[in-house]
Structure formats: structure tokens, C-alpha cells
Nanobody, 117 residues
């Protein structure tokens, strides 16, 4: 069974930083592009960042220059470094593997990120 477990969220002040981790099981993440999504209150889940199997990256415009997605294939883990956080980054963050049309596994619990003073 493929499973992703997100961690590293929390409460942070505007301008602060967090590093999210996504530990995978039941799948070899190095074979897939990996994605981070987020769902803010009252909004649909949106793609935040994607890293290809060759480590090319793309980001939604709102996080460009502030967030960095990376992967450690040896640990089967994907990360999202978030700097200069803003209140509008408040959301539950989820990771998954990208299968082209949709994602590989059911969404996990995610990790809550709250940016507030």
C-alpha cells in the first residue's frame, strides 16, 4: 500500500520559515515526479510545487522565490522548504507522487501550516 506521511508543519509568524517532510512507503519515489499541494480553508486543493524524477522543479507563482522543493531518494523522502511565509500560505499541506493524470495514492492527513502573528 502506497502511503505518504507529511510532517513539519506548525504555527509561525509572518516572515518565518518551516521545512516540511514527506516520508513515502510502498513506492520508490525516485521513479516519480513528486508534488506538494495545499488546501486553504474554504478553497480547493492547489498544486504548490513539483519536482521531476530528474529534479527539475516548478512552482505556483505565489510561492516562487520563497519555497524550495527537494528530494532525497536514498531516504525516499521529499521536502518543502518554506521561507518568508505569509498569512495566505496558511493551509494543510499534502504530498504525493504524480502519475501524469492525477496522483498515485489517496491523500494522507497532511500537515497544518498556520502563519499568524
Amino acid at each position: 500500500q502506497v502511503q505518504f506521511v507529511e510532517s513539519g508543519g506548525g504555527l509561525v509568524q509572518p516572515g518565518g520559515s518551516l521545512r516540511l517532510s514527506c516520508a513515502a512507503s510502498g513506492i520508490i519515489t525516485s521513479a516519480y515526479p513528486m508534488v506538494w499541494y495545499r488546501r486553504a480553508p474554504g478553497k480547493q486543493r492547489e498544486l504548490v510545487a513539483r519536482i521531476s524524477a530528474t529534479s527539475s522543479t516548478i512552482y505556483v507563482d505565489s510561492v516562487k522565490g520563497r519555497f524550495t522543493i527537494s528530494r532525497d531518494n536514498a531516504k525516499n523522502t521529499v521536502y518543502l522548504q518554506m521561507n518568508s511565509l505569509k498569512p495566505e500560505d496558511t493551509a494543510v499541506y499534502y504530498c504525493n507522487a504524480d502519475r501524469g493524470v492525477g496522483v498515485v495514492a489517496d491523500w494522507g492527513q497532511g500537515t497544518q501550516v498556520t502563519v499568524s502573528s
